[in-house]
Every structure is written in structure tokens, then in C-alpha cells.
């Protein structure tokens, strides 16, 4: 079975700035992939052109062997993305949105029915089906996005911070729909900069830092003889000793 994403120079300036500079990579697919980097790092730049977003200053994506850029129907079929600031129709209710986006994608109707009837049950957004999106609160908007992003039934579903401002609850309950997603070979990509998170749900990973892949591989050669992914990432992003210089003296208790 070939790469589920292959990526291949990928660059993206803004102005002065490299956002992201020259990314290769093979993503495997029928896995749990993680892109993790601090705060900057390129990740959504770089999940934005491989989705067909953000057209790249230069290089190529190919999402099971489609390029991304001349095949884009093809490849729209094939994944379901979960953006950062996902935007809603916000004057729908959950149910219709699903149904609205089902109808977009080409399902038929009943189908459409029957497959948003029961993610919104496994999602918990049963009760809350016939409110506007309007109302739902940021972990809800985080399910009914998921919701729509899994209707067609993609092969690969990119989430950008998906776990972002969820509860507990609502996260393990996205957990659950993602990890059986995946166990039936299909393959997703989230990014975050919670490491301990991405080290739970995780198989594989890729470190990105200042628009650069550091790192990638299975999970296990990544964090080699680390005793955590975040101590690994710290090393390769060589932030190793930050938190050990003194400029912040006057701050805290003591003298004012
Ligand atoms: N539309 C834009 N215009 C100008 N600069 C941008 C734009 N989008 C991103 N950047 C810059 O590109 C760099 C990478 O940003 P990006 O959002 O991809 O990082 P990230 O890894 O997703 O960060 P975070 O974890 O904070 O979301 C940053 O320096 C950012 O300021």
C-alpha cells in the first residue's frame, strides 16, 4: 500500500516570512499520525496546502496518489478536514448542517439520514440536534465539525487542534469515534502542541519546528531513549533549557 499523503518541497512564504520551508514527507496510511511543533512552527500553514486550502509558493501533495492541486475533486472525495477556526453554517441546526453536507458531498438522502443519525448519537449531540450551531458551545462546534468532516467517509481526516478548548468528557468521546475510525485502516492527521496527548492517541509523528520537519517515523524511534515525547521534542526543538533563565526576577512574591 503506498503513502497515504506524500509531500514533497513544500514551501510557503508570507512576505518576510517562512512559514513553511522546503517539507518532505510520506504520510503511512491506516494510521494515527500526529504533527507536533510549538506555537508557530508551520503546522497549519503546512496542513492548509496539503488539504487544497492554501496553494504552496512551491511543491507538490499527493493524497492517494491524487495531487492535491491538479486532481482536487478527486482528492476533496478522499479527505475530510477538521480546520483550525472552523467556520459554521452558525443559522443551522447540528442536524441540518449534516444534512446539508451529506447532500453536498453526493450521498443520498437516506443515507445522509441514517449516517447522521447515528454520529450524532455516538457524539452525544443527539439532544442538541434542532439547536442552531449558533448555540453550541466550542467543544459542541468541535463534534458537529468532526460530524461533517466524517460523513462521506473519508480515507484520510486531517484535524487541526481538534482537542482545543474540549471538556474531558467530549474529548474522550471523540477519541472513541477516531481511534474505530482508524482501526478499520483509515488514517488521521492532527496537529497540537499537547505532546502528552499526541503520545496517548498517536502511532506515528512528525516534529515540526520554525517551518521544518525535525523528526518523523512511529511514535517509539521518535522519543528513542527519551522518557517522553515532550522531553524528545524539547531536545529537537532545542528548547531544552528555556524556563532556566533569570529576566523574569521581579516577578512572583517578595519585594515589589
Ligand atoms: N496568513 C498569514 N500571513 C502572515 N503570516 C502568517 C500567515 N499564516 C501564518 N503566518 C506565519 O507563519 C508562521 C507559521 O504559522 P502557523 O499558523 O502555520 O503555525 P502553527 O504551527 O500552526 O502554530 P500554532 O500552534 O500557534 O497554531 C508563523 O510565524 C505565522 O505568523
Redesign the pocket.
Known sequence: MGPAVRVQGLWKR?GE?V?VAGVDLELPAGRFIGLV?P???????TLSMVTGLLRPDSGRVEIGGHDVWQDPVAVKARIGVLP?GLRLFERLSGLELLAYTGRLRGLPGDEVDKRAAQLLDVLDLASAQHKLVVDYSTGMRKKIGLAAALLHNPQVLFLDEPFEGVDPVSAQTIRGVLERYTASGATVVF?S?VMELVESLCDWVAVMAAGRIRAHGPLTEVRGGASSLQEAFLELVGAGDRGEHHDLDWLGGGAR
Open positions: 508570507f516570512q512559514a511543533g506555537n508557530g512552527a508551520g503546522k497549519t500553514t483550525e496537529s502542541h
